[in-house]
């Protein structure tokens, strides 16, 4: 079974990180895992997107041309991105920056306030791991304990940070 | 040994950092930035290894040259139209017989192109490249994992048979991450080959040099060089195979195209199409020998290739006429799907009048 999720959003809105966080826990599930950030022609300001693809088995392409799993974190990464998902899919959207104004009616919609979350916490920062959070209870691609390890990993160099975002990515995850 | 996730630009870094590479030159290029990046960033600190950015293509490919006369091991990497300059540089190095690896992770062309991938240098990679009567090792790597092994082995290889070696990835391969698993350790002290040229002292003058004004002198270079392919051919080619033995149709595909290609492959397997693929890893040497052999029973032969029709040339030439030989090819800056070239695989399997496992 392999799974594609695109992370899309504005550029600093962490969007990379959330991909390469969620890739760096499958890894450690010992899963096949594919971390694609999109490159170009970008700007500051812009739009960044990453794919990321799990699975038991080998994976064959990177590349996702009709993910599963779509998590928008601004309008714009859902005008784009919305009709690429596979029927029967999953919009995660971040209804602070997005009124969820979604034409298809075969897509599961998850709303997550993700910078309001972020902001109670105290750092809009990590709205990325709210949202994060959010998506793992949904989609079950991998658990919760294993990003957490993954998350103490990619912030070794910075471990005052780990309290906060291991907040961020429980109080998303406890959500629903 | 445990998992890294990492890109496949700086998996070659740290591949090449763990094979005693001791000096790399480059010139930045998109999509191989990160090589060049890692190398600055952990190359450059260790002792007795330099990093240098080079003022242009030309110029890295010719500290190549020095560098490896001095018995180190060296790396440069580019991406295509950088890989175009350094052509000359790569034919005097294959003609003084020294050891380089250069890394080419290309992308669309011809021209300038665009960053995105492409297999369109194949011609470039495997017919030598520059000018004269030479050859260069090509590896083809397929995922993360193997662009980290094969550029391990890569370094043994130059250092062995003293020729060039050219690892061909794409954009995609580079500016992608995946787990992988470094198998070696690096080097305390660097390895320096016994014929670097350290100044004479008790012993007599060596020269290396690319021009010689005696006929006779000439041909016994290139009789060398020759005699040295043929070894290369008969000990280095290397291949993987998947679901070959009860196959009816054989796709023929490499690096990112054969990964695409499995996927496709799995799929079709599942409609009971017997279709199985063999992915050369060495594009030269290339597996003539093998494809030939499975020709023999085998009666049909697909090609895919992210470029319009370059290896499908070598499977012409390893099957000899004695099988169909057909192409699909998308000519860069689109990635196929798997699910679009399963499409390809059925409509080809049905045209030839194959038949489906009951």
Not at chain 2, 231 to 253: C, G, P, Y
Request: aromatic share 8%; charged share 20%.
């Amino acid at each position: 079974m392999i799974s594609k999720t695109i992370f899309a959003g504005f550029g600093g809105q962490g969007v990379l990180s959330m991909g390469l966080n969620l890739a760096q826990a499958a890894m450690l599930e010992d899963k096949s895992v594919t971390y694609l950030p999109a490159y170009g022609a970008e700007m500051r300001g812009g739009t960044a997107n990453c794919t990321v693809a799990i699975s038991n088995e080998e994976i064959a392409s990177p590349v996702a041309s009709s993910p599963e799993f779509l998590v928008a974190m601004n309008s714009p990464s859902l005008v784009r991105f919305q009709n690429q998902v596979k029927s029967g899919g999953v919009f995660f959207i971040n209804s602070s920056l997005i009124e969820a104004n979604v034409s298809r009616e075969d897509i599961d919609i998850v709303e997550v306030p993700a910078n309001e979350m972020a902001e109670e916490l105290g750092n809009l920062k990590c709205a990325n791991m709210v949202m994060l959070g959010a998506f793992t209870k949904k989609s079950k691609v991998v658990s919760l304990p294993t990003l957490i390890k993954g998350l103490e990993e990619s912030f070794k160099k910075k471990p005052k940070l780990i309290g906060l975002n291991t907040t961020a990515l429980t109080n998303g995850y406890e959500l629903f | 040994m445990t998992k890294v996730l990492m890109y496949g630009n700086s998996a070659i870094g740290e591949a090449a950092i763990r094979a005693g590479c001791q000096c790399y030159f480059g010139y930045p290029i998109t999509p191989q930035n990160e090589l060049t990046e890692y190398m600055a960033a952990h190359l450059g600190r260790r002792k007795g290894c330099s990093f240098v950015q080079a003022e242009s293509e030309i110029a890295a490919i010719n500290m190549v040259y020095g560098a490896s006369a001095t018995g180190v091991r060296v790396m440069t990497s580019s991406s295509s139209p950088g890989i175009s300059l350094k052509q000359e540089g790569i034919s005097y190095i294959a003609a003084c017989q020294l050891p380089a690896v250069i890394v080419n992770m290309s992308r669309g062309g011809p021209g300038l192109g665009s960053i995105i991938a492409a297999q369109s240098d194949y011609f470039q990679a495997t017919r030598g490249g520059g000018h004269g009567d030479y050859r260069t090792i090509v590896l083809a790597p397929a995922s993360v994992q193997e662009l980290a092994d094969l550029t391990h082995r890569a370094f043994d290889l130059t250092d062995k048979y003293r020729v060039p070696v050219l690892i061909l990835g794409d954009g995609m391969l580079g500016q992608m991450m995946e787990p992988v698993e470094f198998k070696h350790t690096a080097p305390s002290t660097p390895p320096v080959r016994s014929d670097a040229l350290r100044g004479a002292k008790g012993r007599s003058s060596k020269i290396v040099k690319t021009f010689t004004s005696k006929p006779t002198e000439l041909e016994e270079i290139n009789w060398s060089l020759f005699r040295r392919y043929q070894l290369i051919k008969s000990n280095e080619t290397i291949f993987e195979t998947f679901m070959a033995k009860d196959a009816q149709m054989m796709v023929v595909a490499f690096g990112i195209s054969a990964r695409i290609a499995k996927g496709a492959i799995k799929s079709v397997r599942a409609n009971g199409l017997k279709v199985g693929m063999i992915r050369p890893i060495s594009l030269w040497p290339f597996p003539y020998e093998k494809i030939k052999q499975m020709a023999e029973k085998i009666k049909n032969f697909l090609v895919f290739e992210m470029n319009m029709g370059q290896m499908v040339e070598d499977v012409q030439l390893a099957v000899e006429g004695s099988a169909d030989v057909s192409f699909y090819g998308r000519p860069g800056g689109v990635i196929p799907t798997p699910s679009e070239f399963a499409r390809v695989i059925s409509r080809n399997y049905f045209q030839k009048g194959l038949k489906i496992a009951k």
